[in-house]
């Protein structure tokens, strides 16, 4: 038997590469004829996961992390028709079984079958039915036909593996974002945040036609990332009024549209920059959007936030100006990204070379014994996107 590895959270700011069982074909007592096993290729670590890992959620310890998922398919179920051994695949985050009505009308972020709790499942994450996370060597992927996007050249997607591993996660959500927000050809966008799924939204804005797109984040080198592939920034530290810096840039303090890449974390601009304020973000971008504009929030709010500051933000509670957002008929567009409505698209951009998505969130390739020195650095804000590479498969 195969041996298996993969980081697991043990409390606040602690994770651990430990010995895990290795994956069956099984989804408890049941066969899993579904599903497949896959050999981990790549697997990145998410600001989501960070979340967890900083105990702002009830994530349980033991939990096998990891939810960005690209890999070899190495055993597959009886009931597997399409997807065969030796198969270079991309895994949505969303787990969805492709039977249920929200799959069928493309919503898979919010599956009916997968999670007893509520609607919606991931690989190792809080709340999101107990399915074991990848930043492992091996995983088991359920519902494989559904759920897996096959490259169609291996070679030709090993040459490119450190973009088309975006496409399980940050580069689809980062779009999604943009998409719902209603980014299109000559907008001028506001991305608030330049983590990875704030650079992988500016980099979609780009890909989308905006005209002008502006990122705001505290973090000095975030915003130069940003300002690496054409974006203008702003500096949320400075004491100048959000939208008094963006005036200075494009003339008028408005945007057409907006995207909250940053969530329930937020903290407070100028002088309150190191206080923690979970509605700043959502407040802000309303009010620097136009009447009539809509916004993206892809970025991540709990129902349950242990670290929270106050009771009401414990069960996700949050002061919102949504009479500001009435009185101006913004749309609002929140929730999972449906990965599958948008990776086979977001792939032949990759392919076609339309875009250079790992360049843009700046990708960084460590093993898997290394994942608990990227954890720490990704919390201290360092401006890449970290790829476990288990196996040591990744070409330099």
Same mark, same amino acid.
């Given at each position: ?116 709790? *509520? ?42 593996? *450190? ?103 937020? *903290? ?129």
């Amino acid at each position: 038997m195969c041996q298996n590895h993969g980081v697991a959270y043990i409390k606040p700011g602690v994770v651990e590469v430990q010995s895990i069982e290795y994956p069956k074909l099984a989804l408890g007592d049941r066969k899993c004829e579904h599903g497949v096993i896959l050999q981990i290729v790549s697997t990145n670590i998410c600001g989501s996961d960070q979340h967890m890992v900083r105990g702002r959620t009830t994530a349980p310890a033991g939990l096998v992390l990891g939810h960005e998922i690209t890999g070899l398919v190495i055993e597959a179920g009886r009931d597997v028709e399409f997807i065969k051994v030796g198969d270079l695949v991309s895994v949505p985050f969303n787990i969805a079984c492709g039977r249920c009505r929200n799959c069928k009308a493309g919503q898979t972020g919010i599956c009916l079958n997968v999670n007893p709790s *509520r609607p919606g499942a991931a690989y190792g994450y809080v709340d999101m039915g107990g399915w074991v996370g990848g930043q492992a060597e091996y995983v088991l992927v359920p519902y494989a036909d559904f759920n897996l996007l096959k490259f169609p050249d291996k070679d030709q997607a090993m040459a490119k593996i *450190r973009d088309l591993t975006l496409l399980s996660d940050i580069f689809p959500t980062g779009y999604h974002g943009a998409v719902t927000a209603g980014v299109g050809p000559g907008s001028i966008v506001y991305v608030a945040g330049a983590g990875p799924v704030g650079l992988a939204c500016a980099a979609s804005c780009h890909l989308l036609g905006a005209a002008v797109v502006i990122v705001g984040d505290m973090i000095p080198e975030r915003l130069e990332q940003a300002k690496s592939f054409g974006c203008e920034i702003v500096d949320l530290r400075k004491d100048t009024p959000l939208a008094d810096q963006i005036a200075a840039i494009v003339g008028v303090p408005e945007v057409d549209c907006a995207v909250d890449c940053v969530g329930f974390e937020a *903290r407070g601009h100028g002088s309150d920059a190191g206080v923690e304020r979970p509605a700043t973000v959502l407040n802000a971008i309303m009010s620097v959007t136009r009447a009539g504009g809509a916004l993206g929030i892809p970025g991540l709010y709990v129902t349950g936030d242990p670290g929270a500051s106050d009771a009401a933000a414990k069960e996700g509670s949050l002061s919102i100006r949504i009479g500001l957002g009435w009185a101006k008929s913004h749309s609002f567009y929140t929730g999972q990204c449906p990965v599958m409505k948008y990776h086979r698209q977001l792939m032949n951009a990759i392919l076609y070379d339309k875009i250079q998505i790992a360049k843009a969130v700046n990708v960084e390739v460590i093993s898997l014994d290394k994942a608990p020195k990227g954890y720490q650095d990704f919390d201290k804000g360092a401006a890449k996107k970290f790829v476990i590479d288990p196996h040591g498969m990744i070409p330099n």
